[in-house]
């Protein structure tokens, strides 16, 4: 008997030891991912949803495309329609569609046909009643998006057409409360409704007592599917948002594919997944007033009382050429970003300032880990190629220390920046494991800004400044 309560208390040792080894190593950044060999199956996760062979053509339903007549009604019996016969497509045919939001339904794919433009409504009112949303990383209850869906499945925007939300600065774009888009002194703003709903989140109010909409000036993004899983976006022009373009929140298996995003608008955003799993952005055109592509899951107190990450985001072949930032993590992503592939992709355009950006501070928290960029061919951006920021607005100011680790690029070749990397993390956080091999980083202004970087491996990087261009 004794012999056995030893060899047990001895397997119970070597288990401990064990367990406390990976414990270690995941404290330490070490990568549990699998890299790259992780995508073949993650794509085979995503799969765009199918739809009956059945049409539902808007005009049956009273739309009319004068540009004039407003289609809201017959957008929605079209779409109500389509959903209760069992799904199908909602075809909008050649012309130029007015209407206020549109809110889809399970097994409804919504087809903009090559010659169509849908034309959203600027009057504020159209988007109400208010709905369940995220603002900036915050839940509440606010605007409906332009194109909004709440807990549906298998739903689509396809076709050639175009979509156009009618920002400019004399409608939506003032709200910003900034002079660069209409805004002027006495007019009122985003401001003061942007400042109440952070601090609700901090109190933890419960999101059906954080009212806004009407007066509160807080911009509906342009889509919106929440809390949905099984969504095709694909072929389609989106023009000047009122914010955000592309925004799916706590959904699963998403798929972006061959969309242009266009609008030099305020927080004029591309595609932002936030706290959304599988997600594939494909063979899109990027020119922003913001970030191209920006990953979130959350701001602040809020993200960490919802505590979901985005994972699993694959960005393949696209082009960004306006925008802060080609592939961009946080700010708000106070629930974790993790698993995120980027390769194939093409920047190009002096108002681009990074090709890789993630901001953070300590008031945000959370982890960022296993980020990945191949095969990435850059023209010029204005700042850093690679830029890691924890010291992003609020810098350190807060209780919640990020983590950023596991950071891997490799081949890619920029023309011409002002820094190669750019990395300011704090001394009791440092950025960790970031490996860079056969890049090529041509024409830099100025030296590599390394603070607090532990674990960085450079093989095979060539970094030409301009002054040793200059001195040949």
Same mark, same amino acid.
């Given at each position: 008997?004794?012999?056995?309560?030893?060899?047990?208390?001895?397997?119970?040792?070597? &288990?401990?030891?064990?367990?406390?080894?990976?414990?270690?190593?995941?404290?330490?950044?070490?990568?549990? %991912?699998? /890299?790259?060999?992780?995508?073949?199956?993650?794509?085979?996760?995503?799969?765009?949803?199918?739809?009956?062979? +059945?049409?539902?053509?808007?005009?049956?339903? @009273?739309?009319?495309?004068?540009? $004039?007549?407003?289609?809201?009604?017959?957008?929605?019996?079209?779409?109500?329609?389509?959903?209760?016969?069992?799904?199908?497509?909602?075809?909008?045919?050649?012309?130029?569609?007015?209407?206020?939001?549109?809110?889809?339904?399970?097994?409804?794919?919504?087809?903009?046909?090559?010659?169509?433009?849908?034309?959203?409504?600027?009057?504020?009112?159209?988007?109400?009643?208010?709905?369940?949303?995220?603002?900036?990383?915050? !839940?509440?209850?606010?605007?409906?998006?332009?194109?909004?869906?709440?807990?549906?499945?298998?739903?689509?925007?396809?076709?050639?057409?175009?979509?156009?939300?009618?920002?400019?600065? #004399?409608?939506?774009? %003032?709200?910003?409360?900034?002079? #660069?888009?209409?805004?002027?002194? @006495?007019?009122? *703003?985003?401001?003061?409704? +942007?400042?109440?709903?952070?601090?609700?989140?901090?109190?933890? =109010?419960?999101?059906?007592?954080?009212?806004?909409?009407? /007066?509160?000036? &807080?911009?509906?993004?342009?889509?919106?599917?929440?809390?949905?899983?099984?969504?095709?976006?694909?072929?389609?022009?989106?023009?000047?948002?009122?914010?955000?373009?592309?925004?799916?929140?706590?959904?699963?298996?998403?798929?972006?594919?061959? =969309?242009?995003?266009?609008?030099?608008?305020?927080?004029?955003?591309?595609?932002?997944? !936030?706290?959304?799993?599988?997600?594939?952005?494909?063979?899109?055109?990027?020119?922003?007033?913001?970030?191209?592509?920006?990953?979130?899951? @959350?701001?602040?107190?809020?993200?960490?009382?919802?505590?979901?990450?985005?994972?699993?985001?694959?960005?393949?072949?696209?082009?960004?050429?306006?925008?802060?930032?080609?592939?961009?993590?946080?700010?708000?992503?106070?629930?974790?970003?993790?698993? =995120?592939?980027?390769?194939?992709?093409?920047?190009?355009?002096?108002?681009?300032?990074?090709?890789?950006?993630?901001?953070?501070?300590?008031?945000? /928290?959370?982890?960022?880990?296993?980020?990945?960029?191949?095969?990435?061919?850059?023209?010029?951006?204005?700042?850093?190629?690679?830029?890691?920021?924890?010291?992003?607005?609020?810098?350190?100011?807060?209780?919640?220390?990020?983590?950023?680790?596991?950071?891997?690029?490799?081949?890619?070749?920029?023309?011409?920046?002002?820094?190669?990397?750019?990395?300011?993390?704090?001394?009791?956080?440092?950025?960790?494991?970031?490996?860079?091999?056969?890049?090529?980083?041509?024409?830099?202004?100025?030296?590599?800004?390394?603070?607090? =970087?532990?674990?960085?491996?450079?093989?095979?990087? *060539?970094?030409?400044?301009?002054?040793?261009? $200059?001195?040949?």
């Amino acid at each position: 008997m004794r012999a056995r309560s030893y060899f047990r208390q001895i397997t119970l040792f070597l &288990l401990l030891c064990v367990l406390s080894i990976s414990s270690s190593g995941a404290q330490d950044g070490k990568s549990n %991912s699998q /890299g790259w060999d992780a995508v073949p199956m993650i794509l085979k996760r995503i799969s765009p949803p199918n739809f009956p062979d +059945r049409d539902f053509d808007i005009t049956a339903s @009273g739309a009319v495309g004068d540009g $004039k007549t407003d289609c809201s009604e017959a957008f929605r019996k079209a779409i109500e329609k389509c959903s209760v016969e069992g799904g199908g497509r909602v075809v909008v045919p050649n012309g130029v569609y007015l209407t206020g939001p549109i809110h889809l339904k399970s097994k409804v794919n919504l087809y903009i046909s090559k010659e169509a433009t849908i034309r959203f409504s600027t009057d504020p009112k159209k988007y109400l009643p208010v709905v369940f949303t995220r603002w900036e990383g915050v !839940e509440c209850m606010n605007y409906s998006a332009l194109i909004y869906a709440f807990e549906q499945h298998d739903i689509a925007i396809t076709g050639e057409g175009t979509l156009d939300g009618q920002g400019t600065a #004399e409608t939506w774009w %003032s709200w910003k409360g900034s002079k #660069e888009y209409g805004w002027v002194e @006495g007019k009122l *703003s985003q401001n003061t409704a +942007r400042k109440r709903l952070f601090e609700m989140g901090e109190r933890d =109010v419960p999101v059906h007592q954080r009212l806004f909409g009407d /007066g509160s000036y &807080l911009r509906p993004n342009f889509i919106q599917p929440y809390k949905c899983k099984n969504i095709l976006i694909e072929g389609v022009t989106f023009k000047n948002s009122p914010m955000w373009f592309l925004n799916p929140v706590l959904c699963q298996n998403v798929s972006i594919i061959g =969309v242009t995003t266009e609008g030099l608008g305020p927080n004029n955003d591309g595609c932002n997944p !936030e706290s959304s799993k599988d997600v594939l952005i494909k063979n899109c055109h990027f020119k922003n007033g913001d970030d191209c592509i920006a990953i979130k899951s @959350g701001r602040n107190a809020d993200g960490r009382r919802v505590d979901v990450p985005s994972e699993n985001i694959v960005v393949q072949n696209c082009l960004m050429e306006d925008g802060h930032g080609g592939v961009v993590i946080g700010s708000e992503m106070s629930g974790g970003v993790r698993n =995120v592939y980027a390769e194939g992709c093409t920047m190009d355009s002096p108002n681009l300032d990074r090709a890789l950006r993630i901001k953070t501070n300590s008031i945000r /928290g959370g982890i960022i880990e296993n980020v990945y960029m191949r095969d990435v061919t850059i023209g010029q951006v204005a700042e850093a190629v690679i830029k890691v920021d924890y010291y992003y607005e609020e810098g350190d100011a807060g209780n919640y220390t990020p983590i950023v680790r596991n950071i891997d690029v490799r081949n890619v070749k920029c023309q011409k920046s002002r820094f190669a990397l750019w990395i300011r993390a704090y001394p009791r956080s440092p950025a960790t494991n970031v490996h860079l091999e056969d890049c090529t980083f041509s024409s830099v202004a100025e030296p590599n800004v390394l603070d607090n =970087v532990r674990g960085l491996d450079l093989l095979n990087v *060539s970094i030409e400044m301009q002054s040793d261009k $200059k001195n040949r």
